[in-house]
């Protein structure tokens, strides 16, 4: 008996196959539709409890029907996990969830421009953590894409909304001290204005938030401004009384570096000490003015690119240890001031002079190095 053999397409969402069947030859209707499950169909294949579609088709009509077999892969899909809101300045997470080993990309975009863009592959779990740094708020989309599915969501960057917390007062008598908790381990400046003094102090809280501040101030009115990331997060005035000469008596020890455009320090009165703690100071004009006082001792500082690392006048009884003033246009400059004693320094690389005393007397230079470019290393002067 004469059969014909009829191609039979088994189509399912992203899998099929084909296969040979046979029919005998009184068969005249050849578009058949049927509905089976997959425990109605016996094949080498794996299917699910579902319903499928067959169709016959009679296209193939010949004896010596070669069997044909095509496999269309199902790759699946992928699901993006992430925070819907970030703060400013943290990074954004997201979670990518599909076959192991799976390529993706995944973009970020802002008012319709891709900020961001990678290239990468799941693990053998089927999973990616990523992170992108997200720099200015607003509102974004993420797309993940995983060959032609692609999964979006929208996340929202907003600034911190930290409360700066300071124990500051309106008055206060030659030492300003205060403490603040703000965010932790952040980098943040401290800057005072006066009529004609303006210092900026660089600080860092410590991982609990907290930074504690103390230093000597002339009487004065002043400003302070302190910034976090560029932003001005706090501003006050505040007024620097005169204090007496019973009252000055003063150990300071720097805990960060300064910067001024005038002058750092400057000292009036008597038995003072600062210990910088080898931090470094950066002034525009002197480092330390020290004008009027007596006993005076400098210890552990590093003072660089100003006019004069160190300025004394009309004072007695100074004391410099362990001090790296270099490359300022002057080392130390003593004007009409006795009982000088400077020991373990370094005065290198200053332009003009290293050392000079004018009209001073009984100084003390022991285990100090001076150089300068003009060779005027220590100088001293009786006019």
């Known amino acids: 008996m004469k059969k014909y053999w ?36 016996i094949q080498n294949e794996t299917f699910t409890n579902e319903t499928y579609n067959i169709t016959i088709d009679n296209s193939t009509n010949t004896e010596n ?96 909304e930290y409360n700066l917390n300071i124990s500051f007062m309106q008055n206060y008598t030659k030492n300003v001290t205060f403490e603040l908790i703000y965010l932790p381990d952040v980098d943040i400046s401290i800057k005072f ?50 204090y007496t000469a019973s009252e000055d008596l003063s150990y300071i020890v720097l805990d960060n570096d300064i910067i001024s455009d005038d002058v750092a320090f400057s000292f009036t009165g008597f038995n003072f000490t600062i210990d910088c703690a080898n931090h470094s100071i950066n002034a525009s004009k002197h480092g330390i003015l020290i004008e009027n006082t007596r006993a005076v001792t400098i210890l552990n500082c590093n003072i660089f690119g100003g006019e004069t690392a160190i300025f004394v006048k009309d004072s007695d009884q100074i004391k410099i240890e362990n001090v790296n003033a270099n490359q300022n246009k002057n080392g130390l400059i003593a004007v009409k001031s006795d009982n000088i004693e400077v020991r373990s320094s370094n005065f290198m690389r200053n332009e003009f002079y290293g050392m000079l005393f004018v009209r001073s007397e009984n100084i003390s230079v022991e285990s100090t190095e001076t150089e300068t470019r003009t060779n005027l290393d220590v100088l001293t002067s009786l006019n």
């Open 6 to 41: 009829f191609l039979l397409l088994l189509t399912i969402i992203g899998i099929g196959i084909s296969q040979n069947i046979s029919q005998d030859e009184n068969i005249t209707e050849y578009n058949v539709s049927l509905n089976l499950t997959a425990e109605d169909f």
């Open 65 to 160: 029907t070669t069997e044909i077999i095509e496999e269309f892969y199902d790759y699946g899909n992928i699901t993006l996990e992430i925070n819907k809101t970030i703060n400013l300045g943290d990074l954004f997470f997201f979670k990518i969830n599909g076959s192991a080993k799976a390529n993706f990309s995944v973009s970020i975009s802002k008012d319709g421009v891709d900020i961001f863009e990678m290239y990468s592959m799941t693990d053998e779990n089927g999973i990616f953590i990523g992170n992108a740094n997200i720099t200015d708020q607003g509102l974004y989309s993420i797309s993940a894409n995983y060959y032609n599915y692609t999964v979006k969501d929208v996340f929202e960057v907003k600034a911190y």
């Open 193 to 242: 204005d006066s009529v004609n003094l303006s210092k900026v102090y660089f600080a860092r809280t410590n991982q609990n938030g907290f930074y504690s501040f103390n230093d000597l101030f002339e009487p004065n009115m002043y400003n302070i401004s302190i910034f976090y990331n560029n932003e001005s997060i706090y501003n006050n005035t505040f007024y620097v009384e005169p």
